[in-house]
Nanobody, 116 residues
Framework: VQLVESGGDLVQPGGSLRLSCVVSGLTFSSYELSWVRQAPGQEFEWISGITAGLGRTHYADSVKGRFTISRDLAKNMLHLQMNSLTSADTAMYYC???????????WGQGTQVTVS
């Protein structure tokens, strides 16, 4: 199983980024998929998830209204569109897959987002 994130970058406050995660080695549509981030010196923070099957989306209050999660079942890809970025969004961003949105069996290596 592999999860490979991309799209992280240095961006100015108010800017946008789109993160992507390519998933291989598992039945993509059978797993709950999440984006989790870790800011320097902070604990991991779940920020968004999409359920298996119907693909219902969920967001943490910290990103609701600014971030949009989506998945491409044909390409086994997970995306996170991030708008109106602030310095508080600076973190390493990981995609994760598991049996529930707060249970992560598989993780990617992360992609760095820096807002400055």
């Amino acid at each position: 199983v592999q999860l490979v994130e991309s799209g992280g970058d240095l961006v100015q406050p108010g800017g946008s980024l789109r993160l992507s995660c390519v998933v291989s080695g598992l039945t993509f549509s059978s797993y709950e998929l999440s984006w989790v981030r870790q800011a320097p010196g902070q604990e991991f923070e779940w920020i968004s998830g999409i359920t298996a099957g119907l693909g219902r989306t969920h967001y943490a209050d910290s990103v609701k209204g600014r971030f949009t999660i989506s998945r491409d079942l044909a390409k086994n890809m997970l995306h996170l569109q991030m708008n109106s970025l602030t310095s508080a969004d600076t973190a390493m961003y990981y995609c994760a897959a598991g049996p529930a949105l707060n249970e992560y069996t598989y993780w990617g290596q992360g992609t760095q987002v820096t807002v400055s």
